[in-house]
T-cell receptor, first 113, second 115 residues
Framework: GENVEQHPSTLSVQEGDSAVIKCTYS??????FPWYKQELGKRPQLIIDIRSNVGEKKDQRIAVTLNKTAKHFSLHITETQPEDSAVYFCAASGSGGYQKVTFGIGTKLQVIP | EAGVTQFPSHSVIEKGQTVTLRCDPISGHDNLYWYRRVMGKEIKFLLH????????ESGMPNNRFLAERTGGTYSTLKVQPAELEDSGVYFC?????????????FGPGTRLTVL
């Protein structure tokens, strides 16, 4: 089955700096890669996703990159703000409607004002 | 639109007792998933319903866990008898079938503590 490795497990950055979270996956058949953000005491919410037919996707201060050959994908947050502080989970799955999602261990991001 | 809801939000039980968790998915979502997160670890897949049918239950830890989704609406996850290692946050998520979107919408979770 699929295995997703995520690092770092914790990350502290100064407000305004960039944050990068990296993930690797094992199943070359995976072709859908969502990122979820879980703020303290709240539910995980999808913030951005990428499919395997593209190498990069951007949404304001958030970008994801995907290297299918190396089975790596990353989340980049620029100009971090205190409200970016949360646990971020990467995940991988097939793109069919019935595909199981495998999550990484999560990265606790702290943005220091 | 109401999101995914879960009940209870917290449950503290003793080892050997039974607990039943409930999940109400977003109306119209045929896919329903159960996940568990043990502190500091990944969100781990437990099982997946499509309507009332179990599509994939490969993540269920053992036969102490029983999930049902009678009628294809809400789902329950029963743990009987509970063990210490069952402690964690149990999330439910739902998604549409088709429509080009894979997004799973999560509930707030049920924090289960087994003493």
């Amino acid at each position: 089955g699929e295995n997703v490795e995520q690092h770092p497990s914790t990350l502290s950055v100064q407000e305004g700096d960039s944050a990068v979270i990296k993930c690797t996956y094992s199943d070359s058949a995976s072709n859908y890669f969502p990122w979820y953000k879980q703020e303290l005491g709240k539910r995980p919410q999808l913030i951005i996703d990428i499919r395997s037919n593209v190498g990069e996707k951007k949404d304001q201060r958030i970008a994801v990159t995907l290297n299918k050959t190396a089975k790596h994908f990353s989340l980049h947050i620029t100009e971090t703000q205190p409200e970016d502080s949360a646990v971020y989970f990467c995940a991988a799955s097939g793109s069919g409607g019935y595909q199981k999602v495998t999550f990484g261990i999560g990265t606790k991001l702290q943005v220091i004002p | 639109e109401a999101g995914v809801t879960q009940f209870p939000s917290h449950s503290v039980i003793e080892k050997g007792q039974t607990v039943t968790l409930r999940c109400d998915p977003i109306s119209g979502h045929d896919n329903l998933y159960w996940y568990r997160r043990v502190m500091g670890k990944e969100i781990k897949f437990l099982l997946h319903f499509v309507k009332e049918s179990k599509q994939d239950e490969s993540g269920m830890p053992n036969n102490r866990f029983l999930a049902e989704r009678t009628g294809g609406t809400y789902s329950t996850l029963k743990v009987q008898p509970a063990e210490l290692e069952d402690s964690g946050v149990y999330f439910c998520a739902s998604s549409q079938v088709g429509g080009g979107s894979n997004e799973q919408f999560f509930g707030p979770g049920t924090r289960l503590t087994v003493l």
